[in-house]
C-alpha cells in the first residue's frame, strides 16, 4: 500500500537525519519491532480496514517524536504524523483515530478500546524477545546518557524484573495466549541475572568478574553505535531499493501482459495497422526497464576461493558470507576469535565489509535510477506515439 511504503520511508529518513546518538533504544529499529508486532496482532485479532491501516501508521509514527527529545514525545510524534499527511496529502486517514493510538502509548494510559489495547502490547513486544537482555541494556544506556545519571546493574535488574511482573500485563488475548510464556521465560533469565550480580557483589563469583574486565576491554560504545547505526542505514537503503525495483517489475509486468494478451492479437487487422508502431515502442521499453531492474535486485555471491592461508595473512573478509561459506566450521571460528581479539583488524574488517556494502549499493541504485529514466521516456514516447497515430486517422 503506498500510504504505509512511503510512511515507513518517512520515519526511516526522519531518524537516520534527526534522531539523537543518545537515543540507543528508542531508534527506527524499535519501531520496526512495534510494527512487526502490530502486523501479528491485525493477523491474530482478524482486525479489518481502516483499523488496521490507522495501527499500521500509529505504530511508524508513535515514537517519531523522539527527534525532538523524549518529553512530551508523544505529542510531538502526533504533530509529526500531521506534517506527513499535509505533506502527501493524503485526505483518507482518520488523522484523530492515529493520533489517539499514538498517544495511547503513554506509560500511565489505560486503553480503552481493543486498537489501544494492541498498540499498548505492541509497543511492549521486546519483553518477549530472545534478545530482551540486550534491548533492556541498550535502554539502560540511553536513560544514563539523556539523563545524565548511572544506574548499577543490580538497581537496574530490580527495576526491570518489579516493572515486568508488577506494572506491566498484556491486554488483548492474543497477546495473552502467544507472548505472555515467551515474557515469562525472560523473566526467569532475568531473576537469574539478577541473583547473578548479588553473588558478584559479595565476591561469590569470579566468571562474572572476569567478565566485566573483558567488557571493559572491548571498543568503545560510541564506536560500536557508529558500525551499528551505519550498516543498519546501509540495509535498510538495499531494502528501499529491492521495494522500488519490485515497483517497476509489477507494474512492466502488467503492461507486457495486457500489450500481449489485449493489444497485439488484434493488430493483424488492417484497422489496427496505426498501432504496431506504439505498441512496440511500449513493449520495448517496458522490456528494457524490466532488464534494468532485475540487473539491479539480481543476488551476486563472490566466486572467489579463499584459503586458510589468506585468513592468516588477514587478506580476506571473513565478515562476508560469500568468502566464509567456503571455510569449514573450525576455520572460520578460529578466525573469528581472532578477529574479536584484535581491535585495530577488527575496525579494519568492519570497515571494508562497509566499504563494499557502499559500492554494491551504488551499483543497485544506478541501475534502478535508469530503470525509472527509461520507464519514464518509455511512457511518454508511447502515449506521444499512441495520440500521433490517433491523429493520422
Not at 13 to 24: A, G, P, T
Not at 47 to 64: C, G, K, M, Q, Y
Not at 194 to 199: A, G, I, P
Not at 246 to 256: E, F, G, K, P
Amino acid at each position: 500500500m503506498e500510504l504505509l511504503l512511503k510512511a515507513e520511508s518517512y520515519i526511516f529518513k526522519l531518524f537516520k537525519d534527526k534522531l539523537s546518538s543518545e537515543y540507543m533504544y528508542h531508534d527506527y529499529l524499535h519501531t520496526l519491532r512495534v510494527v512487526t508486532a502490530v502486523n501479528e496482532l491485525i493477523s491474530g485479532m482478524s482486525i479489518l480496514e481502516p483499523d488496521a491501516t490507522a495501527l499500521r501508521l500509529a505504530a511508524w509514527f508513535h515514537d517519531s517524536g523522539y527527534v525532538d527529545g523524549c518529553e512530551n514525545h508523544e505529542e510531538k510524534s502526533c504533530a509529526i504524523f500531521k506534517d506527513f499527511l499535509a505533506e502527501y496529502q493524503f485526505e483518507t486517514v482518520d488523522t484523530e483515530k492515529v493520533c489517539s493510538l499514538i498517544l495511547a502509548t503513554k506509560c500511565a494510559h489505560f486503553p480503552e478500546n481493543l486498537l489501544e489495547m494492541c498498540m499498548k502490547d505492541a509497543d511492549f513486544y521486546h519483553f518477549t524477545l530472545d534478545n530482551y537482555s540486550e534491548l533492556a541494556e541498550l535502554l539502560k544506556v540511553e536513560i544514563e546518557k539523556t539523563c545524565d545519571k548511572q544506574i548499577a546493574e543490580v538497581d537496574w535488574c530490580n527495576e526491570n524484573l518489579i516493572f515486568l511482573t508488577q506494572k506491566h500485563y498484556f491486554f488483548t488475548d492474543y497477546a495473552k495466549q502467544n507472548w505472555q510464556p515467551k515474557k515469562e521465560k525472560n523473566l526467569s533469565k532475568i531473576r537469574e541475572n539478577l541473583e547473578k550480580l548479588k553473588n558478584n557483589k559479595k565476591g561469590k563469583s569470579k566468571e562474572l568478574k572476569a567478565k566485566k574486565l573483558e567488557k571493559l576491554e572491548r571498543p568503545e560504545r560510541g564506536i560500536d553505535t557508529l558500525f551499528r547505526v551505519t550498516l543498519n542505514n546501509h540495509t535498510q537503503l538495499s531494502a528501499i531499493a529491492d521495494s522500488k525495483a519490485n515497483i517497476l517489475l509489477s507494474v512492466n509486468s502488467i503492461l507486457i501482459t495486457i500489450s500481449l494478451t489485449v493489444i497485439i492479437p488484434k493488430l493483424d487487422s488492417p484497422s489496427n495497422a496505426h498501432l504496431i508502431i506504439p505498441t512496440f515502442i511500449l513493449l520495448i521499453f517496458s522490456v528494457v526497464t524490466i532488464v534494468y531492474t532485475i540487473l539491479a535486485t539480481k543476488p551476486k555471491v563472490s566466486s572467489n576461493t579463499i584459503s586458510k592461508a589468506d585468513i592468516e595473512q588477514r587478506k580476506a573478509n571473513i565478515l562476508f558470507f560469500g568468502n566464509f561459506h567456503q571455510l569449514q566450521l573450525t576455520d572460520f571460528n578460529e578466525a573469528m576469535n581472532d578477529l574479536m581479539k584484535d581491535r585495530d583488524y577488527l575496525y579494519d574488517t568492519l570497515i571494508k565489509d562497509l566499504y563494499f556494502l557502499g559500492l554494491v549499493l551504488n551499483k543497485k541504485y544506478k541501475r534502478l535510477s535508469i530503470a525509472y529514466t527509461v520507464f519514464m521516456y518509455g511512457i511518454i514516447i508511447s502515449v506521444a506515439a499512441f495520440c500521433f497515430a490517433f491523429i493520422r486517422i
